[in-house]
């Protein structure tokens, strides 16, 4: 195995770790310019630091304003769940679907509603911040919070969806950060494939409490599954203070690397039904790396009215190591035959971005309310180069290997506004219109014959949606809206011309009834999407070589439920069933050319069923949880191919089978300072095809992890 330390890793940002270095020193000084105004109002403000919520606190009066369904995944189910990374997490989500490619979730796909969890049509941000490398540059892909860090999981769909933008057709999960606490706490753990994990959390606060500061730190190192072995490093500093009685200042910054041995190539077919557990790519290096900076105000003008800012910057680079292959020979050999000339498909990713938000209570002709405006500025780069190694490996990190096979600049500047107002119609029945208008220009930049080229686009979405509360234990919702999601700068200026490709966008409905008290809390949700002006490639070298060519209908039931019973015991269970995830119509290329007809086929990646159900215990310090997650059979292209096959690209595609995991965790608090925990993934030890891309990934084996928590 080659030593992947060789690999330089991101090139062309070498400001990365300065810039990282000099936001982390300023941080603590921020968090204790206090004044020395002290109240108890503020001082409760402090216990959470100001940031955009898509929800809020789990309470029923903030779930209950949201006009469509929501899923809140709170940090006590976290620390049951003990995840390996937010894949993991997002299972107690009904709507979503994971398609797994490795354990530890370097690279991430989900999909939400039937919308295939290959593309990236589902806003992901975490505290507010969108975390995606490039909303409209792309991609969705190459960076994903760390589990470590994540105290809970706000998931919103329906028409409040429409609070935040773009790529918010199957709506927004939101990863909420750890809030810094007084002391010290810290966690480590061992388990299978040689996987170590350490992670440090502590916190203070000044000595008038108007002042708070933390950071959560964790390293994780493993050989992996399949020896596809990883190390990451991430670190999240988070700061605040009072300014005055009605305003609070926040910052966080973060700092993450990862270093994967992992790469697009997967087994072929016969060694995987020998029960091969290589890794097929063992010299393959996926490098990445991600420094964020956030600055969120908070201003309480009056007595329900408050203004809401928040300022982000971040910088990330993904640089991708992969050896050639011999076509011909792996086909015989029916394993990966590789040569010796490696090239670096290698990114980095530019991006700031103000948003600010209004919120007000008002009073229309006797009927009460709440308006929201916002307004989001965005702008983003990305440099792409494909660095031709031509050798056994890279050794400097100038291009005198073998030059540059592709070097240009993509980059995005975007505006939008938003509003909408609730109207309170009585004490059980309110109504909120609203609506998000984006414009966005595009560009790139070949920077190796000085070519470019724009695009521009305006879109404009309403939305509707209404709650009303029936019984005590019922409120129904409903909502009806559109949703968009760019064309990426690869599809909108492919070949460096402007394709002239509208925005792929959705008309959403939805109906469901929810409620909750004590023992029992439920949701259950009827959904229906007609997406349009599905970007697809054309099939010969056109002038246009994308096009907007197609349509396709979702539609289908999620539910959810909690119930506390008696004796310590609880369960809990959630069912997503996607009858209709199917492409509608003909798809044609820009010359009125039919591509193919795959009317009523189904959506590659979108099972028709995925479910997750448990059980669990507590006895005094004792906590235990049995789960299940089903995952029904899918197809993984338009082809809706039934065998296993790999074609002339070296893609695989077939049926993939549906599949049961079952988890055990287990957690016992000593006392305050001390607990212990320890968890088995896949306890049946079933062995499965989680996806297809160059090969068969293999859904990860049993696994064991055990390991304790300090607190100081």
């Known amino acids: 195995m080659r030593d992947f330390a060789e690999y330089p890793k991101g090139l062309n940002r070498p400001v990365f770790r300065r810039t990282a270095l000099a936001i982390a ?39 209950s304003r949201q006009t469509g369904a929501v899923t809140m995944v709170s940090s006590e189910e976290l620390q049951m769940i003990q995840p390996r990374s937010t894949e993991e997490a ?34 992901v941000l975490e505290d507010g911040v969108p975390v995606a490398p490039g909303l409209f540059v792309g991609n969705g892909r190459y960076y994903n919070p760390r589990i470590q860090r994540i105290d809970n999981i706000e998931v919103l769909r329906g028409s409040s969806a429409l609070r935040y933008g773009p790529g918010n057709i199957g709506g927004v999960i939101n990863y909420r950060t750890k809030e810094p606490a007084d002391g010290i706490a810290i966690e480590t753990s061992v388990g299978s494939w040689d996987t170590y994990k350490t992670m440090i959390e502590l916190g203070g606060s000044s000595p008038s409490g108007d002042g708070i500061f933390g950071a959560v730190i964790s390293h994780v190192k493993s050989d992996g599954f399949m020896d596809k072995g990883y190390e990451t490093t991430d670190v999240m500093i988070k700061a605040g203070t009072a ?63 408050e203004l809401n800012t928040l300022v982000y910057w971040s910088d990330t680079y993904r640089d991708y190591w992969r050896f050639g292959v011999d076509g011909g020979a792996s086909a015989t050999a029916g394993s990966w035959v ?109 920077r190796q014959n000085g070519s470019f080229v724009r695009t521009r686009n305006t879109e404009v979405m309403p939305g509707l949606g209404s709650t009303f509360q029936i019984a005590p234990m019922a409120q129904v919702y409903g909502s009806v809206y559109q949703a968009f999601s760019p064309a990426l700068n690869g599809d909108a200026l492919d070949g460096m011309q402007d394709q002239e490709l509208d925005a792929e966008t959705s008309v959403n409905l939805e109906l469901g009834v929810r409620g909750s008290n004590e023992r029992l809390n439920y949701e259950v949700t009827a959904f229906r999407m007609d997406f349009k002006n599905q970007i697809i490639p054309a099939n010969s070298n056109t002038n246009f070589q994308r096009t907007n060519g197609g349509k396709t209908f979702h539609q289908g039931l999620e539910a959810a439920i909690g119930v506390n019973l008696d004796g310590g015991f609880d369960v809990f269970a959630n069912l997503t069933w996607i009858p209709d995830a199917e492409f509608n119509g003909n798809r044609f290329a820009s010359d009125g050319v039919t591509i193919n007809t795959p009317d009523g086929n189904r ?35 338009v082809g809706n191919t039934r ?65 304790v928590r300090l607190q100081f």
């Open 338 to 446: 590789f040569n010796d000339n490696v090239n670096g498909n290698n990114r980095s990713f530019e991006r700031i971005g103000a948003e600010t938000r209004l919120t007000a209570d008002n009073s229309f002709a006797g009927v009460n309310g709440e308006a929201e405006i916002g307004l989001r500025y965005l702008k983003e780069e990305m440099v792409d180069q494909t660095v031709l190694a031509i050798r056994e490996r890279p050794r400097t990190p100038d291009n005198g290997r073998g030059g540059l096979g592709r070097d240009r600049i993509d980059a995005a500047e975007s505006y939008a506004l938003y509003a909408q107002n609730r109207f309170d119609l009585s004490d059980r029945w309110s109504v909120t219109p609203g609506v998000r208008v984006e414009y966005y220009e595009q560009t790139r930049k070949n």
């Open 603 to 637: 959506i590659p990646y979108t099972p028709e069923f995925v479910a997750n159900a448990g059980v669990g215990y507590q006895q005094g310090g004792l906590r235990t949880q049995l789960s299940a997650n089903y995952t029904g059979s899918q197809f993984t292209d």
């Open 90 to 123: 997002l299972r107690r989500v009904p709507g979503v679907y994971i398609k797994p490619e490795e354990e530890s979730a370097v690279v991430v796909n989900v999909g939400v509603r039937g919308l295939s969890s290959n593309d990236y049509k589902t806003l």
């Open 25 to 63: 020193i300023s941080l603590p000084a921020a968090a204790f310019a206090t004044t020395a105004d002290n109240d108890t109002q503020r001082q409760a403000r402090m216990a959470q630091l100001p940031q955009i919520d898509v929800v809020g606190s789990a309470d029923g009066t903030n779930i």
């Open 243 to 305: 300014i005055g009685r009605d305003q609070w200042l926040g910052v966080k910054f973060t700092h993450y690397e990862n270093d994967a041995n992992i790469s697009y190539r997967g087994l072929f077919l016969d060694e995987y039904k020998r029960g091969e557990k290589n890794n097929p790519a063992p010299d393959d290096y996926f490098l990445t790396g991600r420094v964020s900076f956030d600055i969120n105000h908070l201003w309480t003008i009056q007595p329900g009215v």
């Open 643 to 707: 065998a296993i096959t790999e074609n002339t690209s070296g893609f695989f595609t077939g049926k993939i089978d549906s599949f049961t995991t079952v988890d055990f965790s287990t957690r016992y608090a000593v006392n305050r300072q001390l607990e212990l925990f320890g968890a088995v993934k896949n306890l049946t030890d079933e062995r499965y095809i989680a996806s297809l891309r160059q090969g068969i990934y293999v859904g990860p084996e049993r696994s064991y992890e055990a390991g």
